[in-house]
């Protein structure tokens, strides 16, 4: 009772201060210094304002500001600041919320297209009702795309006007065809996402083929300038040694000498290739968390059932999109150490080799959620029970992965600890921490991800194939060969020279590929027409599977955004690597930890804006508003639209 | 053998056995699979493992186990039951109660251990590599890092007696100046080199010289230490900068000695 007497007391008090604080405030002005009535007569008589001596003190002041305004000289800004974060984290943010926008728009209409291809080829509606389902996400993702490129375009206009101006100097001729491009993106989309069921099925599945078209082009022409400030020319074997030569796009000063070189230049494929993998693995996981978030909404069997089967083939392509994802990722890492060792030391050995400890929790934590998934799925099918017995084996083979590619060669320890082990690695542990060992982990963590899809796909299924024994131990032998071929070159590789270890990863990808794909084709025959030994219940699943998605998709966003600062973060204090350096105040490389803080901060970010599109998304399954229906305010009649 | 602490991997090894055998529930695998990796981690290794990366290890550990005891509906009943009855059976009160102080007392436990550890100055995490520069200016000449290469490397094939002659020299470069440290075997054991912590760098390795430019490996020799880079610090090193000591042909010699001795080619520019 006191503490509220108090308050309200603190409270009048403030008011009242307020009160007699304005009051005061007029009665000063009302009775400040004024020139005696004879003056003021006669300086009217001469035409002359009256003013007091505080208001003539304004007057002079705003003079003498327009003065020297008139009087300076206009100058070029070369960076420009934000308060309190600064230039460069308010690009980053903006440029890491552009490209989640915009990866979500380009590759949900390349599942969408495929999806509604199959359904074409199937004659089945369901696919074409799920590819519509994806599409819907599209128009307000689209917006927010837009929405946030034009914000980091006046972001770099305002805040980096000369470095802008630099790459407008360099890509001039690149920015009229992207527009159109633009332009013609928003026309397929529109036009494939509101003729939905207008036009022929072929004319819109070629609507939806031309999009695609339209956004891979997009993105290439924003992939080499990105590119660019990475790597500013390309690899040529100019004097014909053998040995490939660098051939810079720009001379020493920075004026342009090829656009050509500038455009295609050292990384922009490997970019191009990492990019649009990554993207529909990302596209794919987000629409499987907008299926989650549907589920969990759902109130009838029937929707979560739709839902379900929508978020199992969301996570199904970002799965399957994932797993090459981290041979395009070698690829890129590859190219962009041979472009220069500083950027690949730096990456690999130096400062941000650090950041790929994380990356390697993130990427450990997708292929356990991803595998968690699917033996939940094994709950829709009746009789999964006799699979059951393998989840083990398969767990303990992707933790041990998971571990060993998550071990730093040379561990973040105390002085106690470094002196215990006689410096900065374990005698034990530092091995794991080489390349040998992270190449074969993951090449494990892939062909188990694989088996638990077989699992997965097998589950109440008996195969009537005559020679489904022999064929089945020939999956086997596939399988356990390129598991021993893995293992045997990860064993190998720390018994000769670097040049040689490194070699090794590509037989090691080959074979896990070749062991897919064999499998893969042995497996279609084998469970054609399978005999069905229980029915599969769609919606038939645990929760706790749906916030597996929803959780795989925020792995996937927080990676996106770690590797994309490693990738950018590379360069250092250059905006194009050795040619123009960044003299700003943020020139500098922020630390590890508050460089994750800003990546977590712009994920959140995402997460909200998604969250609005999942909602603006939703609306359109919702029954329509009718005024009077029911109650006063009005209800809502049946009917709405649900595709 | 193997760096193990044989007592510990025995023990816990015979209790998983004695589990077996007892055909023990999920629930207690579940416990048992936890706490003797922890066990493992902790005191399975000759030489410990820094906590940051048992705690990585248990991390993954704890996923895994959770994963599996919720990886199906049966599974998850399975784990649960035990927990249920434990709660509910009116037989299990005073294992209940010993549980319930059990439970704040480990917490209580774990959080004074973690106040008493000793003090310690902070440990610093060691860089593979440090990053070169751009580019660096030796004795009056710009060198770019990304492109020069040794200019007598060629003589290897163009004039092989000159690259001898190159070769020859340095070797007197190397034997005059680098092997106090650097040893006469280039393994990094030379006779200073246990008083110098981190120990010099061993040629020899294969993870060092031949996937390095031998751009990078003249910046260590013409700058030593002082050049090493702001990023990653302290590097500790005590290689000095060659540059205020040898010409820059007898850097480059030494360079293609070091390479020549140990029988490797310096990596080339866009070689992976």
């Given at each position: 009772?006191?503490?509220?007497?108090?308050?309200?007391?603190?409270?009048?008090?403030?008011?009242v201060?307020?009160?007699?604080?304005v009051?005061l405030?007029?009665f000063?002005v009302?009775?400040?210094?004024?020139?005696?009535?004879?003056?003021v007569?006669?300086?009217?008589?001469?035409?002359?304002?009256e003013?007091?001596?505080?208001?003539?003190?304004?007057?002079?002041?705003?003079?003498?500001?327009?003065a020297?305004?008139?009087?300076?000289?206009?100058?070029?800004a070369?960076?420009?600041?934000?308060?309190?974060?600064?230039?460069?984290?308010?690009?980053?943010?903006l440029?890491?919320?552009?490209?989640?926008?915009?990866?979500?728009?380009?590759?949900?209409?390349?599942?969408?297209f495929?999806i509604e291809?199959?359904?074409?080829?199937?004659?089945?509606?369901r696919?074409?009702k799920l590819?519509?389902?994806?599409?819907?996400?599209?128009?307000?993702?689209?917006?927010m795309?837009a929405?946030?490129?034009?914000?980091?375009?006046?972001?770099?206009?305002?805040?980096?006007?000369?470095?802008?101006?630099?790459?407008?100097h360099?890509f001039?001729?690149?920015?009229?065809?992207y527009?159109l491009?633009?332009?013609l993106e928003?026309?397929?989309?529109?036009?494939?996402?509101?003729?939905?069921?207008?036009?022929?099925?072929?004319?819109?599945?070629?609507?939806?083929?031309m999009l695609?078209?339209?956004?891979?082009?997009?993105?290439f022409?924003?992939?080499?300038?990105?590119?660019?400030?990475?790597?500013?020319?390309?690899?040529d074997?100019?004097?014909?040694d053998?040995?490939p030569?660098?051939?810079?796009a720009v001379?020493?000063?920075?004026?342009?000498?090829?656009?050509r070189?500038a455009?295609?230049?050292?990384?922009?494929m490997?970019?191009?290739?990492?990019?649009?993998?990554?993207?529909?693995?990302?596209?794919?996981?987000?629409?499987?968390?907008?299926?989650?978030?549907?589920y969990?909404?759902?109130?009838?069997d029937?929707?979560?059932?739709?839902?379900?089967?929508?978020?199992?083939?969301?996570n199904?392509?970002?799965?399957?999109?994932?797993?090459?994802?981290?041979?395009?990722?070698?690829?890129?890492?590859?190219?962009?150490?041979?472009?220069?060792?500083?950027l690949g030391?730096?990456?690999?050995?130096?400062?941000?080799?650090?950041?790929?400890?994380?990356?390697?929790?993130?990427?450990?934590?997708?292929?356990?959620?991803?595998?968690?998934?699917?033996?939940?799925?094994?709950?829709?099918m009746?009789?999964?029970?006799?699979?059951?017995?393998?989840?083990?084996?398969?767990l303990?083979?992707?933790?041990?992965?998971?571990?060993?590619?998550?071990?730093?060669?040379?561990?973040?320890?105390s002085?106690?600890?470094i002196?215990?082990?006689?410096?900065s690695?374990h005698?034990q542990?530092?091995?794991?921490?080489?390349?040998?060992a992270?190449?074969?982990?993951?090449?494990?963590?892939i062909l188990?991800?694989?088996m638990?899809?077989l699992?997965?796909?097998?589950?109440?299924?008996q195969?009537?194939?005559?020679?489904?024994?022999?064929?089945?131990?020939?999956?086997?032998i596939?399988?356990?060969?390129?598991?021993?071929?893995?293992?045997?070159?990860?064993?190998?590789?720390?018994?000769?020279?670097?040049?040689?270890?490194?070699?090794?990863?590509i037989?090691?990808v080959?074979s896990?590929?070749?062991?897919?794909?064999?499998?893969t084709?042995?497996?279609?025959p084998?469970?054609?027409?399978?005999?069905q030994?229980?029915e599969?219940?769609?919606?038939?699943i645990?929760a706790?599977?749906?916030?597996a998605?929803?959780f795989?998709?925020?792995?996937?966003?927080?990676?996106m955004?770690?590797?994309?600062?490693?990738?950018?973060?590379?360069?250092q204090?250059?905006?194009?690597?050795?040619?123009?350096?960044?003299?700003?105040p943020?020139?500098?490389t922020?630390?590890l930890?508050f460089?994750?803080?800003?990546?977590?901060?712009?994920?959140?970010?995402?997460?909200?804006?998604i969250?609005?599109?999942?909602?603006l998304?939703?609306?359109?399954?919702k029954?329509?508003?009718?005024?009077?229906?029911?109650?006063e305010?009005?209800?809502?009649?049946?009917?709405?639209?649900?595709? | 053998?193997?760096?193990?602490?044989?007592?510990?991997?025995?023990?816990?090894?015979a209790?998983?056995?004695?589990?077996?055998?007892?055909?023990?529930?999920?629930l207690?695998?579940?416990?048992?699979?936890?706490v003797?990796?922890?066990?493992?981690?902790?005191?399975?290794?000759?030489?410990?493992?820094?906590?940051?990366?048992?705690?990585?290890?248990?991390?993954?550990?704890?996923?895994?186990?959770v994963?599996?005891?919720?990886?199906?509906?049966?599974r998850?009943?399975?784990?649960?039951?035990?927990i249920?009855?434990?709660i509910?059976?009116?037989?299990?009160?005073l294992?209940?109660?010993?549980?319930?102080?059990?439970?704040?007392?480990?917490?209580?436990?774990?959080?004074?251990?973690d106040?008493?550890?000793?003090?310690?100055?902070?440990?610093?995490?060691?860089?593979v590599?440090?990053?070169?520069?751009?580019?660096m200016?030796?004795?009056?000449?710009?060198?770019d890092?990304?492109?020069?290469e040794?200019p007598?490397?060629?003589?290897?094939?163009?004039?092989?007696?000159?690259?001898?002659?190159?070769?020859?020299?340095?070797?007197?470069?190397y034997?005059?100046?680098c092997?106090w440290?650097?040893?006469?075997?280039?393994?990094?054991d030379?006779?200073?080199?246990?008083?110098?912590?981190?120990?010099?760098?061993?040629?020899?390795?294969?993870?060092?010289l031949?996937?390095?430019?031998s751009?990078?490996?003249?910046?260590?020799i013409?700058?030593?230490?002082?050049?090493?880079?702001?990023?990653?610090?302290?590097?500790?090193?005590?290689?000095?900068?060659?540059?205020?000591?040898?010409?820059?042909e007898e850097?480059?010699?030494?360079?293609?000695?070091?390479?020549?001795f140990n029988?490797?080619?310096p990596?080339?520019?866009?070689q992976?």
């Amino acid at each position: 009772m006191t503490r509220n007497r108090i308050l309200f007391g603190i409270g009048v008090l403030a008011f009242v201060s307020v009160i007699v604080t304005v009051r005061l405030g007029g009665f000063l002005v009302d009775n400040e210094y004024r020139q005696p009535d004879r003056q003021v007569a006669a300086q009217e008589e001469l035409g002359e304002a009256e003013l007091t001596p505080r208001q003539q003190g304004i007057a002079d002041e705003q003079a003498a500001d327009e003065a020297e305004a008139r009087a300076r000289p206009y100058e070029e800004a070369e960076y420009r600041t934000v308060p309190f974060v600064g230039s460069r984290v308010t690009v980053w943010v903006l440029a890491q919320l552009h490209l989640l926008f915009a990866a979500f728009v380009l590759a949900v209409p390349l599942f969408a297209f495929i999806i509604e291809f199959v359904g074409y080829v199937k004659k089945e509606e369901r696919y074409n009702k799920l590819a519509y389902e994806f599409t819907k996400l599209l128009s307000v993702s689209f917006s927010m795309t837009a929405t946030f490129g034009a914000f980091l375009t006046f972001a770099l206009i305002i805040l980096y006007p000369k470095f802008t101006n630099y790459l407008m100097h360099i890509f001039s001729p690149t920015f009229l065809p992207y527009v159109l491009l633009f332009f013609l993106e928003a026309l397929f989309l529109y036009s494939y996402y509101y003729g939905w069921g207008k036009f022929g099925p072929k004319m819109h599945l070629f609507l939806g083929f031309m999009l695609n078209v339209v956004g891979t082009a997009i993105m290439f022409i924003a992939n080499a300038w990105l590119t660019f400030m990475m790597s500013p020319g390309k690899r040529d074997d100019i004097d014909g040694d053998g040995v490939p030569d660098f051939v810079s796009a720009v001379s020493e000063s920075g004026a342009l000498l090829s656009l050509r070189d500038a455009f295609f230049n050292f990384t922009w494929m490997p970019i191009n290739i990492h990019r649009i993998i990554a993207n529909v693995a990302f596209g794919g996981s987000i629409a499987a968390a907008y299926a989650a978030f549907r589920y969990l909404q759902a109130k009838t069997d029937e929707e979560r059932a739709h839902f379900d089967w929508m978020g199992y083939v969301g996570n199904f392509v970002a799965i399957i999109a994932f797993l090459p994802l981290p041979f395009a990722g070698y690829y890129l890492a590859a190219e962009i150490y041979a472009f220069s060792q500083t950027l690949g030391i730096q990456m690999m050995g130096g400062t941000f080799s650090w950041l790929f400890v994380l990356q390697a929790a993130l990427i450990g934590n997708l292929f356990l959620g991803a595998n968690y998934y699917l033996w939940l799925g094994m709950g829709r099918m009746e009789g999964g029970v006799h699979f059951q017995k393998f989840i083990k084996w398969l767990l303990i083979a992707i933790a041990l992965c998971f571990a060993v590619w998550a071990t730093p060669r040379y561990a973040i320890s105390s002085v106690s600890e470094i002196a215990a082990m006689g410096g900065s690695s374990h005698p034990q542990l530092s091995y794991l921490g080489q390349m040998s060992a992270k190449n074969t982990a993951v090449n494990i963590l892939i062909l188990s991800t694989y088996m638990s899809f077989l699992l997965y796909r097998r589950t109440g299924r008996q195969s009537i194939h005559p020679y489904r024994q022999l064929l089945t131990r020939a999956q086997a032998i596939v399988f356990s060969s390129a598991a021993a071929l893995v293992i045997f070159y990860g064993v190998y590789g720390y018994f000769v020279d670097s040049a040689t270890r490194i070699r090794f990863a590509i037989p090691q990808v080959y074979s896990v590929l070749a062991a897919l794909v064999v499998i893969t084709v042995i497996d279609l025959p084998l469970y054609r027409n399978a005999a069905q030994s229980g029915e599969t219940k769609w919606g038939r699943i645990p929760a706790v599977s749906q916030y597996a998605l929803i959780f795989i998709a925020l792995s996937f966003t927080w990676l996106m955004g770690l590797m994309g600062y490693v990738r950018s973060g590379l360069r250092q204090e250059w905006h194009v690597y050795g040619v123009i350096l960044d003299t700003s105040p943020d020139a500098y490389t922020p630390n590890l930890g508050f460089a994750t803080q800003v990546v977590s901060v712009t994920v959140l970010i995402f997460f909200g804006l998604i969250g609005v599109v999942f909602w603006l998304s939703s609306l359109s399954g919702k029954k329509d508003y009718a005024p009077g229906a029911a109650g006063e305010g009005g209800g809502r009649l049946e009917g709405g639209q649900a595709a | 053998m193997l760096g193990l602490n044989l007592p510990v991997v025995i023990v816990l090894a015979a209790i998983g056995g004695v589990l077996a055998w007892r055909r023990a529930n999920t629930l207690t695998w579940l416990l048992y699979t936890w706490v003797a990796l922890w066990a493992f981690f902790k005191y399975g290794f000759a030489v410990p493992i820094p906590q940051s990366v048992v705690t990585i290890y248990l991390g993954i550990t704890g996923l895994a186990l959770v994963c599996f005891a919720s990886s199906s509906r049966e599974r998850l009943s399975e784990t649960v039951q035990p927990i249920v009855r434990l709660i509910l059976e009116p037989r299990y009160r005073l294992a209940l109660a010993g549980l319930l102080v059990a439970l704040p007392a480990l917490a209580a436990y774990n959080v004074y251990a973690d106040l008493n550890v000793p003090l310690e100055a902070p440990g610093f995490g060691r860089e593979v590599h440090p990053p070169p520069p751009t580019e660096m200016t030796v004795h009056d000449e710009t060198v770019d890092m990304a492109t020069a290469e040794n200019p007598y490397l060629h003589y290897k094939h163009d004039d092989p007696e000159l690259y001898g002659e190159h070769l020859e020299n340095g070797r007197r470069v190397y034997y005059e100046n680098c092997f106090w440290c650097h040893g006469d075997g280039m393994g990094g054991d030379g006779m200073f080199a246990h008083g110098l912590n981190p120990v010099p760098s061993n040629f020899n390795d294969v993870g060092t010289l031949p996937i390095l430019q031998s751009s990078f490996v003249h910046w260590r020799i013409a700058k030593g230490a002082p050049g090493l880079p702001g990023a990653g610090t302290p590097w500790d090193s005590m290689m000095p900068a060659w540059e205020k000591f040898l010409t820059t042909e007898e850097m480059w010699d030494v360079n293609l000695f070091i390479y020549d001795f140990n029988g490797y080619e310096p990596r080339a520019l866009g070689q992976h």
